[in-house]
């Protein structure tokens, strides 16, 4: 990054703007390029393994489970028949081997829908074949929503087929609702565990699968009588003792992601409802029954997020995370993918489940949340006592938000945004994430649930251009927790070459803020495009004087011209003994294309000075027209666009016996003139170039042309080549052609194999630095060109070089700054290294393809945890995915909503530059996360449909 207040002439300057840039680390993968498709496809980001790789936790640290007490534990979400990702046949065993470790009895495993992925008779053979092999306490089970997709919610069959499964493949013995069970066949069930013979001495769990109907199976409200049957027996047995109530879907906006849509269930009388308008029931059941605790499941977020037990409304609710299969993020910023609805990388390895305590004495309840990836509890246990009634409610989200603290940012916290990763138009983050922790002292569970990061003009640092939250990685399992936090800026859309402020903000749960750090980043410029083809193209490195251009024009030689190969470039260049000169036949159409727009480009050396007054190098001109003069020691490049003398002329200084590159170009107003790169003078002269006054109208090398067509001013001394092209090279172009032309006094080598490495397809591929030596001693970097496996050209990206690549002024910015392209096919890339005039080494690299992970199929954030129920319309759910709705809320996104507004406090570790403790940063809302999460969802869009996941309807599948 560039440094405040470095000057560097104009040469450096060109060469301390970059275009594009990608880290080639682990995982800044295509970083910031605008939004999350590229030209070539989908964005890849190989470090993300769709594979199942389930971490089995190496050292468990269960929690001990003492004295005699009701256990059981409740599992949702196992997607037994998905794809092998979700690794189910792991999980399960592992998480039946953990729990027996923790004790060897148990009075249930409850089991509360989409066990099956899509309620296939194979997977219910699947299923079965797993709970009878580990399972040694009596299961319950009950239907989700993806148990009616095979049948495609027909209620009959789909329940049937359930029923089969309970009465001929479930042999778990002491199971409820196999044949013989207290609940024989049933759907809808009232388990009790842990009594005795004599009425009420046991514990109740009221569980009921879902109907077809509501937002994707998900209608209860047919069993309201049922319900309020159950449990008001229940309560009337004992009003001391809890009530468990378990249902597949969460009552809306209650815990966390309960928003609306298909994203909770439909409880009100109408089967049709899919507003969520009917929350009625839940109000009633609250009103009356504190002793109620609701284990739902459906929505796959991870049980570490504190949001995942809410008691604002009388009673108690919790969600029970996948027990196999992948977490769905939505609703806390953007994943890995910048998708706001969707997949996180490592979701497939998730396998949570709770298990409950109940003290048969105080009738107290508490429940451990098992991850069994980690081998431990998530938190503490959550305790909930149903004799002190709503008094003794620990749990509610507004108790919690109101007691949660900003995140604690320890010394050492730094943010930065990595050189290689910024581009045009945007750029990647990476922040200490191992320094940065929920404060505990406020919620015990708090997370850092994301990380949101402002990107505002340095010159207007308080007002953003970007806002956008992006998902934590607390999610993960602990060892795949990276110490930095690294993502790109999806979708930012920032100015070329415009610096910038960027903030970054830990977020906990409950939306209390804190400053991670801030840095200050420059955006690159776009590669230079190459000149249009020269109408002139003199390159005497052949021995021969003959035009190189598409449209070759006549050459007429006068005197003799000589080649000798120089020591410079171990090529021949043309000697010009100052009786010699070649002219080429130009026509009225030449001049015209060269009027108003053109650039001369010559690389040459005099060796004697003009013995009377000047003499020409490059030109065409009697009375009108232009040419290159040598006045010793300046060559001057004239111009007359009118009559007479009226010429106009930029210049520079220019040694004898020394290799020089001038550049001179006219616009039609200016006229410009580089000498070795670098812009040494310009002038304004308004016009439009006229051919010269001469019966032959020629442009010559070595001299000029008279009026009769002849040579005049020949020149002494040695020219390699020279260019004359109609169209006008900026200050970026004239660095980038004198370092392809530069005389050298080091030869360039390419690097060796093993420096060029290898690429994959759709990947940055950093090219390797080649350095040079020009005839001045100024070490120079070579400027790449590629080539793909079939010999077309690809588009290079160019980051800057921060002044502290500058050796103390004697290296210019130009020699760390990178290059970087994509590969968008495989095979062999040929890089050219163009290295002063005649130096062109090259290198090769083999590029292999990488196979891109599927993202998610979208997401609904809904509404807020306040209010109304969200509503939407769904994205469909497919075997491999939890339930999906529309697309993220920008305020729910943003914070808002479950949220509500936010707390900023910022901290200052020593040697970062942070705010100032207690400073408060004005929040806006994540305006951008729409549009990013838009990009995302749109790729998703497309591969859905690739793979056939959308069902007709548009339903929550």
Same mark, same amino acid.
């Given at each position: ?29 295509? =970083? ?68 027996? #470790? ?33 399972? $040694? ?7 989700? *929503? ?27 013995? &002491? ?7 207290? *609940? ?79 994203? *909770? ?139 949660? $603290? ?52 340095? #010159? ?33 859309? @920032? ?37 249009? =083809? ?45 009786? #010699? ?35 020409? @190098? ?23 666009? +009118? ?73 002494? +001394?040695?020219?390699?080549?020279? $260019? ?77 070089? &921060? ?95 479950? *949220? ?35 990009? +995302? ?17 548009? &339903?929550?599948?």
């Amino acid at each position: 990054m560039k440094e405040k207040g470095t000057a560097m002439n104009d040469l450096e300057a060109a060469y301390d703007q970059g275009t594009f840039g990608v880290s080639r680390r682990t995982f800044l993968k295509l =970083a910031a390029v605008t939004g999350v498709c590229a030209a070539g496809g989908l964005l890849v980001f190989p470090d993300q393994d769709a594979a199942a790789a389930f971490t089995a936790p190496s050292s468990p640290r269960w929690p001990t489970l003492s004295g005699s007490k009701v256990r059981f534990t409740v599992h949702s979400d196992t997607h037994v028949g998905a794809e092998v990702e979700n690794a189910y046949s792991e999980k399960v065993p592992a998480a039946f081997s953990a729990i027996y #470790s923790m004790a060897p009895q148990f009075n249930g495993h409850f089991f509360v829908g989409d066990s099956a992925d899509r309620g296939k008779a194979g997977e219910y053979d699947e299923l079965a074949k797993l709970l009878n092999a580990h399972a $040694k306490s009596p299961v319950g089970i009950v239907m989700g *929503n993806h148990e009616y997709y095979e049948h495609e919610g027909d209620k009959e069959k789909a329940q049937a087929e359930f029923k089969e499964f309970l009465s001929s493949k479930l042999k778990v013995t &002491g199971s409820f609702q196999i044949p013989g069970g207290a *609940n024989e066949g049933q759907i809808d069930c009232d388990f009790v565990v842990g009594g005795t013979e004599a009425p009420g001495s046991g514990y109740h769990v009221i569980a009921l699968s879902p109907s077809p109907g509501g937002a994707d199976n998900s209608w209860y409200g047919d069993r309201q009588n049922w319900v309020r049957e159950r449990v008001a027996a229940a309560v009337a047995e004992d009003a001391n003792k809890p009530v468990f109530l378990m249902t597949h879907h969460p009552f809306g906006n209650t815990v966390w992601y309960s928003t609306g849509g298909s994203w *909770n269930g439909q409880f009100g009388t109408d089967s049709s409802d899919g507003s969520g308008d009917d929350n009625a029931f839940y109000q009633e059941l609250a009103g009356k029954y504190h002793q109620i605790i609701h284990f739902s499941g459906h929505t796959h977020i991870p049980m570490a997020d504190p949001r995942s037990i809410y008691q604002d409304d009388g009673f108690t609710l919790i969600q029970t995370a996948t027990f196999s299969n992948n977490f769905w993020m939505s609703g806390d910023g953007l994943d890995e993918m910048g998708d706001g609805g969707g997949h996180p990388a490592a979701g497939q390895d998730a396998s949570q489940c709770e298990l409950v305590e109940i003290d048969t004495t105080t009738h107290a309840v508490t429940i451990h949340r098992l991850d069994f990836r980690n081998g431990a509890a998530l938190g503490q246990p959550w305790v909930i006592v149903p004799s002190k009634g709503r008094d003794g409610f620990q749990y509610t989200h507004a108790g919690m938000k109101q007691a949660a $603290k900003p995140p604690l940012v320890k010394e050492g916290a730094s943010v930065s945004v990595p050189e290689e990763t910024i581009s045009d138009k945007g750029a990647s983050f990476a922040l200490t994430a191992d320094k940065v922790s929920a404060d505990a002292s406020g919620v015990s569970d708090d997370v850092i649930i994301s990380y949101r990061v402002t990107v505002a003009s340095a #010159s207007a640092p308080d007002a953003p251009v970007f806002d956008a939250r992006f998902m934590s990685d607390y999610y993960k399992a602990d060892v795949n927790q990276p110490a930095v936090f690294e993502r790109p800026l999806f979708g930012a859309e @920032l100015e070329e070459n415009t610096a910038y402020v960027l903030r970054a903000y830990a977020v906990s749960a409950f939306g209390k803020e804190s400053l991670v750090g801030e840095t200050e980043f420059t955006t690159a410029e776009k590669v230079v495009s190459a000149l249009a =083809a020269p109408l002139l193209h003199l390159d005497f490195a052949t021995g021969a004087h003959d035009d190189r251009a598409a449209k070759p024009h006549a050459a007429v030689p006068f005197g003799k011209l000589t080649y000798e190969t120089d020591s410079a470039f171990g090529v021949p260049v043309a000697l010009f003994d100052g009786e #010699s000169a070649v002219g080429y036949e130009f026509a009225d159409k030449d001049y015209a294309a060269i009027a108003q727009t053109e650039t001369i480009e010559v690389l040459f050396q005099f060796t004697a000075n003009p013995t009377n007054g000047y003499f020409d @190098l490059f030109s065409s001109a009697s009375d009108v027209g232009q040419d290159l003069s040598y006045y010793a020691p300046k060559l001057q490049h004239y111009t007359n666009v +009118g009559n007479g003398n009226n010429y106009v002329c930029t210049e520079g200084e220019v040694p004898l016996n020394t290799w020089t590159h001038v550049m001179a170009t006219y616009d039609g107003e200016t006229m410009k003139y580089y000498l070795n790169g670098q812009l040494v003078s310009q002038k304004r002269n308004v016009g439009s170039i006229p051919a010269p006054k001469a019966d032959i109208k020629r442009w010559f090398v070595g001299a000029d042309v008279n009026a009769t067509g002849a040579m005049e001013h020949p020149m002494v +001394g040695k020219v390699a080549f020279a $260019k004359l092209t109609p169209d006008i090279a900026n200050r970026k172009q004239a660095a980038l052609l004198y370092m392809a032309s530069a005389p050298v006094a080091q030869a360039a080598e390419a690097p060796s194999a093993e420096e060029m490495g290898t690429a994959t397809v759709g990947q940055a591929y950093l090219v390797p630095d080649v350095l040079f030596t020009d005839a001045a001693g100024t070490k120079l970097q070579a400027v790449p060109e590629v080539t793909d496996p079939n010999g077309q050209a690809v588009e290079l990206m160019r980051t800057a070089a &921060g002044a502290a690549a500058i050796a103390e002024g004697a290296l210019l910015a130009s020699v760390h700054a990178s290059y970087r392209f994509v590969p968008a096919i495989e095979g062999t890339y040929v890089v050219t290294y163009l290295a002063g005039y005649a130096q062109r080494p090259t290198a090769e690299v083999v590029v292999s393809s990488a196979s891109a992970p599927e993202p998610g199929e979208g997401g609904d954030a809904g509404g807020g945890n306040t209010g109304g129920t969200g509503g939407g319309g769904s994205t469909p759910d497919t075997g491999t995915t939890p339930d999906a709705g529309t697309t993220p809320d920008t305020n729910s996104g943003s914070g808002a909503g479950a *949220n509500g507004g936010k707390e900023t406090v910022t901290l200052k570790p020593a040697g970062t530059k942070l705010a100032k403790t207690g400073d408060e940063l004005p929040v806006a809302a994540s305006a951008l996360i729409g549009l990013a999460a838009t990009a +995302g969802a749109a790729a998703c869009v497309v591969r859905g449909f690739l793979k056939g996941e959308f069902s007709e309807d548009g &339903g929550n599948a």
